[in-house]
Antibody, heavy 121, light 111 residues
Framework: QVQLQESGPGLVKPSETLSLTCAVS????????WSWIRQSPGKGLEWIGY??????????NYNPSLKSRVTLSLDTSMNQFSLELSSVTAADTAVYYC????????????WGQGTLVTVSS | QSALTQPASVSGSPGQSITISCTGT?????????VSWYQHHPGKAPKLMIY???ERPSGVSNRFSGSKSGNTASLTISGLQAEDEADYYC???????????FGGGTKLTVL
């Protein structure tokens, strides 16, 4: 069974870039579709984007509302999936989850426990 | 404001059944049979309970069932148990650009 673990700085300053990594065990990074999802305090879930191997054009999709600031990447040597979100503001404070997309699409079958990122000076 | 509308809270006694609704539009729930439901205990990883409107992943109790009518999907939990107390989120595919939209979540309290 695939297990996911998010990691990264818990505090990021406004206007800087948020960088998170999702370590994958129990499965190959090249075998799944990978996604990032976040939950702001007191709010619902928001899909950020997805990517699948090899991560080139046509193999990823970003939430239109975040597209200009999001970059996803895959590292097959480390078996990990990464998120970069640039020019962050307080509105980007959230728990960030990585997840796999179930075959057939539209659902997320394996999730990490999430990591809280606070944007504050 | 979330794209899909769920009640903020529902409650029921052990053994009873409850239903959580999830209302979208003709651009998501009403068009695609790709509605999923997630159980989330705070501090833990969300868990997929229902996908493709009615399908249960292996290992999920058959006390959980899903349905859809028009622009509204529903999750029914029968034979409520204390361990079912959690937050529940619905999600729907919404096309190749938006991809998916989520509901705001429903807090289930088992009395």
């Amino acid at each position: 069974q695939v297990q996911l673990q998010e990691s990264g700085p818990g505090l990021v300053k406004p206007s800087e870039t948020l960088s998170l990594t999702c370590a994958v065990s129990g499965g190959s990074i090249s075998s799944y579709y990978w996604s990032w999802i976040r939950q702001s305090p007191g709010k619902g879930l928001e899909w950020i984007g997805y990517m699948h191997y090899p991560g080139t054009t046509g193999n990823y999709n970003y939430n239109p509302s975040l597209k200009s600031r999001v970059t996803l990447s895959l590292d097959t040597s480390m078996n990990q999936f990464s998120l970069e979100l640039s020019s962050v503001t307080a509105a980007d404070t959230a728990v960030y989850y990585c997840a796999t997309i179930k075959t057939g699409g539209g659902a997320f079958d394996y999730w990490g426990q999430g990591t809280l990122v606070t944007v504050s000076s | 404001q979330s794209a899909l509308t769920q009640p903020a809270s529902v409650s029921g006694s052990p053994g009873q059944s409850i239903t959580i609704s999830c209302t979208g539009t003709s651009s998501d729930v009403g068009t695609y049979n790709l509605v999923s439901w997630y159980q989330h205990h705070p501090g833990k990883a969300p868990k997929l309970m229902i996908y493709e409107v009615t399908e249960r992943p292996s290992g999920v109790s058959n006390r959980f069932s899903g349905s859809k009518s028009g622009n509204t999907a529903s999750l029914t939990i029968s034979g409520l148990q204390a361990e079912d107390e959690a937050d529940y989120y619905c999600c729907s595919y919404a096309g190749s650009i938006t991809y998916v939209v989520f509901g705001g979540g429903t807090k289930l309290t088992v009395l």
